[in-house]
């Protein structure tokens, strides 16, 4: 049974950083796509970064040139480092994990989902 479990969320100031992770239990190398969502109060979950097993990254239009996706797959773990945080990235962050040979930011492509993660910049 596959599961996902997000930390490292928390509380910063603007400008500050964090750098929550994903780890995968049952990870396998079918696992083509890792995947970050974020979900702030009365919005719709979007997108925010995903990576494929060849390590090629796409990033929200938000959050590119200050947030990084990476995956180590030898721990089973994904990581968003997070930089130049702005109020407007408060969210439940959510790592997710999709199966087949599309990578990208469609919450549809998506078959597993870890419960997230609070992330708040004031």
């Known amino acids: 049974h596959v599961q996902l479990v997000e930390s490292g969320g928390g509380s910063v100031q603007a400008g500050g950083s964090l750098r929550p992770s994903c780890v995968v239990s049952e990870y396998t190398h079918h696992m083509n796509c890792l995947g970050w969502f974020r979900q702030a109060p009365g919005k719709k979950r979007e997108g925010v970064a995903a990576i494929d097993s060849d390590g090629a990254a796409s990033y929200a239009d938000s959050v590119k040139g200050r947030f990084t996706v990476s995956r180590d797959n030898a721990k089973s773990t994904l990581y968003l480092q997070m930089d130049s945080l702005k109020p407007e990235d408060t969210a439940v962050y959510y790592c997710?994990?999709?199966?087949?040979?599309?990578?990208?930011?469609?919450?549809?492509?998506?078959?597993?989902w870890g419960r997230g993660t609070q992330v708040t910049v004031s």
């Open positions: 997710a994990v999709a199966t087949g040979v599309v990578c990208g930011l469609e919450s549809h492509w998506y078959d597993y």
